[in-house]
C-alpha cells in the first residue's frame, strides 16, 4: 500500500453564520427516487445528489419507499447527507503522514463491519441511517487523495475520513488492500434478502441501575424536551442545559461505578454516550 502524504498549512477556524443547516440529498442505488420534503417534489437521478437548506424546527419527508415522516433540524450542528433509501454506507479513516517515519507514531484501530454477508476489518464505521451527520474530509464522489494539506497536531501527519456508498468502499478495499477479488470470493451464496429498513426514531435511553438513576431525572426531563423542540429558542435554552445538567450528573455518579458490577456501569456508559450523540446530532426523527 502507498503512504498518503500530508503537506501542513495553516488552518484557520471560520465561524458559522445563519441558522439554516446544508444537507446533501443522496441517491446511492442504480435508479432515480423520488421525494418530498416540507411539500417540494424532488427527484435524484441514480448515483446523484440534491443540495437542500433547512431551518431549525420541524419538517415532514415524504416518500414511496419511507411513507410519511417527521423530523427535527437542530440549531448550529454538523449537517450531512440525507440517505432516503436508507443505503448502507461506509465512513473509511487514513493516516496522512508528513513522511512514511512518522506511521509508527499511530496506533493501529480497527472494527468490523458486514456488507451483504461480507465481513471487513479496518478503520471502517458503517451506517444507514436517515441522516448522517458529516464528520469526513472526502464525501461520497470525492476520492481519497494521495496527497493532501492539512494540519498537523504535532505527531507529524493526521487521520482524514471519506465516506463511501457500498459499491464505492469495495472497490476501495479491494484496491487499497490488495485483495481483487474479496467481495464476491466471500459473500454467501443463499444470503438471506435483507428486511426492509424503516427510518429509525430519536434513541431510548438505557435503564440504570438505581445507584445511577436517581441523579438522570434532569437530564431524562432535559432530553424529553429536547425531542420535542422545534423552537429555536428552546433548542438553544436546552442545549445549554443540557451542559449544565451533565457535569452536575458526572459529578454526582464519580464514586458510585466503583461498588458496582461491571454490567451496571456499562449501562451507564451507554446512557451517557447514547444521550451525548443524539444531543449531538443535527436532525432526528419525531417518534
Given at each position: 500500500?502507498?503512504?498518503?502524504?500530508l503537506?501542513?498549512?495553516?488552518?484557520?477556524?471560520?465561524?458559522?453564520?445563519?441558522?439554516?443547516?446544508?444537507?446533501?440529498?443522496?441517491?446511492?442505488?442504480?435508479?432515480a427516487?423520488?421525494?418530498?420534503?416540507?411539500?417540494?417534489?424532488?427527484?435524484?437521478?441514480?448515483?446523484?445528489?440534491?443540495?437542500?437548506?433547512?431551518?431549525?424546527?420541524?419538517?415532514?419527508?415524504?416518500?414511496?419507499?419511507?411513507?410519511?415522516?417527521k423530523?427535527?433540524?437542530?440549531?448550529?450542528?454538523?449537517?450531512?447527507?440525507?440517505?432516503?433509501?436508507?443505503?448502507?454506507?461506509?465512513?473509511?479513516?487514513?493516516?496522512?503522514?508528513?513522511?512514511?517515519?512518522?506511521?509508527?507514531?499511530?496506533?493501529?484501530?480497527?472494527?468490523?463491519?458486514?456488507?451483504?454477508?461480507v465481513?471487513?476489518?479496518?478503520?471502517?464505521?458503517?451506517?444507514h441511517?436517515?441522516?448522517i451527520?458529516?464528520?469526513?474530509?472526502?464525501?461520497?464522489?470525492?476520492?481519497?487523495?494521495?496527497n493532501?494539506?492539512?494540519?498537523?497536531?504535532?505527531?507529524?501527519?493526521?487521520?482524514?475520513?471519506?465516506?463511501?456508498?457500498?459499491?464505492?468502499?469495495?472497490?476501495?478495499?479491494?484496491?487499497r488492500?490488495?485483495?481483487?477479488?474479496?467481495?464476491?470470493?466471500?459473500?454467501?451464496?443463499?444470503?438471506?434478502?435483507?428486511?426492509?429498513?424503516?427510518?429509525?426514531?430519536?434513541?431510548?435511553?438505557?435503564?440504570?441501575?438505581?445507584?445511577?438513576?436517581?441523579?438522570?431525572?434532569?437530564?431524562?426531563?432535559?432530553?424529553?424536551?429536547?425531542?420535542?423542540?422545534t423552537?429555536?429558542?428552546?433548542?438553544?435554552?436546552?442545549?445549554?442545559?443540557?451542559?449544565?445538567?451533565?457535569?452536575?450528573?458526572?459529578?454526582?455518579?464519580?464514586?458510585?461505578?466503583?461498588?458496582?458490577?461491571?454490567?451496571?456501569?456499562?449501562?451507564?456508559?451507554?446512557?451517557?454516550?447514547?444521550?451525548?450523540?443524539?444531543?449531538?446530532?443535527?436532525?432526528?426523527?419525531?417518534?
Amino acid at each position: 500500500m502507498k503512504t498518503r502524504l500530508l503537506s501542513l498549512a495553516l488552518v484557520l477556524l471560520l465561524a458559522g453564520c445563519g441558522q439554516s443547516l446544508d444537507y446533501s440529498i443522496d441517491n446511492p442505488t442504480d435508479a432515480a427516487i423520488k421525494l418530498e420534503i416540507d411539500g417540494t417534489a424532488y427527484e435524484i437521478p441514480a448515483q446523484e445528489a440534491r443540495e437542500i437548506s433547512l431551518e431549525p424546527g420541524e419538517h415532514s419527508l415524504r416518500s414511496e419507499q419511507l411513507g410519511e415522516v417527521k423530523f427535527i433540524v437542530y440549531r448550529e450542528r454538523q449537517s450531512g447527507l440525507i440517505n432516503p433509501t436508507l443505503s448502507d454506507y461506509v465512513i473509511a479513516r487514513e493516516i496522512y503522514v508528513t513522511d512514511e517515519s512518522k506511521l509508527k507514531n499511530f496506533g493501529s484501530f480497527a472494527s468490523r463491519i458486514l456488507l451483504d454477508g461480507v465481513e471487513f476489518e479496518g478503520a471502517f464505521e458503517q451506517t444507514h441511517a436517515l441522516f448522517i451527520d458529516k464528520r469526513w474530509k472526502f464525501g461520497v464522489r470525492e476520492a481519497f487523495p494521495d496527497n493532501v494539506t492539512g494540519y498537523d497536531p504535532g505527531n507529524g501527519g493526521n487521520i482524514f475520513s471519506k465516506i463511501f456508498t457500498t459499491r464505492d468502499f469495495i472497490a476501495y478495499f479491494e484496491q487499497r488492500y490488495e485483495m481483487p477479488g474479496y467481495f464476491e470470493q466471500n459473500r454467501p451464496a443463499n444470503a438471506p434478502s435483507a428486511a426492509p429498513r424503516q427510518a429509525e426514531p430519536a434513541p431510548a435511553l438505557p435503564s440504570l441501575a438505581p445507584e445511577y438513576e436517581r441523579h438522570s431525572t434532569a437530564l431524562r426531563e432535559l432530553y424529553a424536551q429536547y425531542l420535542k423542540a422545534t423552537d429555536v429558542g428552546e433548542q438553544e435554552r436546552l442545549q445549554k442545559a443540557y451542559f449544565d445538567a451533565q457535569m452536575a450528573y458526572t459529578s454526582a455518579t464519580a464514586m458510585v461505578g466503583s461498588k458496582l458490577p461491571a454490567e451496571a456501569n456499562e449501562q451507564a456508559n451507554l446512557f451517557v454516550t447514547t444521550l451525548g450523540q443524539a444531543m449531538g446530532t443535527s436532525a432526528m426523527v419525531v417518534r
